[in-house]
């Protein structure tokens, strides 16, 4: 699958995964602030964004795709950073194919199964009548019926698409997200270790990464280091400065 991506700057290749519900417009702001030492790749995953949609969609198959996708862009022993589903996607791919990378960062995600069959954000995504809105408005007021967060609201309503004819449609395949949100949440798909350096940063006030996981953590990727920001678990966007500040002093 050919994916969308955003390249800024040069030097040394950052791969930059979102989450779920995202696009490589999530980490413009990173990319940015990261563009005067390296060379940033932000790449919209299957069903988001402005990438190609299929009603396949796991972490193998984005695994593939990553494949697919250092290869047409010919990009060299990159560092790779995801954050949340991101974050799994480049577990996954870590343990995968460790040759194919030199460093590994993971935001606020842990090598675990958890439970998105009740996502709330999904769950009210599927209730706006895409069909009959006219108002970005009336797809907020569907929409916080399920979210109390604006900003979490405001995150997801991204994936509004206006027509030119009027109305709206989705730029995420929800259909396809809905169906397979379990897999989402699913564990590591790959047995083994990862044996090169790797930063998680998870967020203070977040319940992604517990302590108790810190000890799994480090059994797959045993040159995990960690660090905590006061943030949710939307760290990058959060604390954008601090957090590309804890990324380039691991880094250097």
Not at 79 to 91: D, E, P, T, V, Y
Not at 198 to 208: A, E, I, K, M, Q
Not at 230 to 251: I, K, M, N, S, Y
């Amino acid at each position: 699958m050919k994916l969308y991506f955003r390249v800024l700057g040069q030097g040394q290749p950052i791969i930059m995964l979102h989450g779920i519900f995202g696009s490589s417009d999530n980490w413009l702001t990173q990319s940015r602030l990261l563009s005067s030492k390296f060379k940033t790749y932000a790449v919209d995953l299957r069903n988001h964004g402005q990438s190609p949609h299929e009603a396949l969609f796991d972490y193998p198959a984005m695994v593939e795709d990553l494949v697919e996708f250092i290869d047409a862009q010919r990009i060299m022993d990159p560092i790779m950073m995801g954050h949340s589903m991101g974050g799994k996607l480049a577990m996954n791919f870590a343990v995968a194919h460790p040759d194919r990378l030199q460093k590994l960062i993971v935001v606020d995600i842990a090598p675990k199964p958890y439970d998105m069959e009740d996502h709330l954000v999904l769950k009210g995504l599927n209730r706006i009548p895409i069909d009959k809105i006219n108002t970005r408005q009336e797809a907020d007021e569907e929409l916080a019926a399920f979210v109390n967060e604006e900003d979490v609201r405001q995150f997801a309503l991204k994936n509004l698409l206006r027509k030119p004819d009027g109305g709206f449609k989705w730029k995420l395949n929800l259909p396809a997200i809905t169906e397979n949100i379990g897999k989402i949440g699913a564990g590591l798909q790959f047995e083994g270790t990862f044996d090169k350096p790797s930063l998680f940063v998870r967020g203070s006030r977040s319940n992604y990464i517990k302590d108790h996981d810190l000890e799994k953590i480090r059994k797959i990727f045993p040159l995990a280091e960690f660090e905590t920001l006061d943030a949710g678990h939307w760290v990058p966007a959060e604390r954008p400065q601090e957090f590309v500040e804890v990324v380039t002093r691991w880094l250097s």
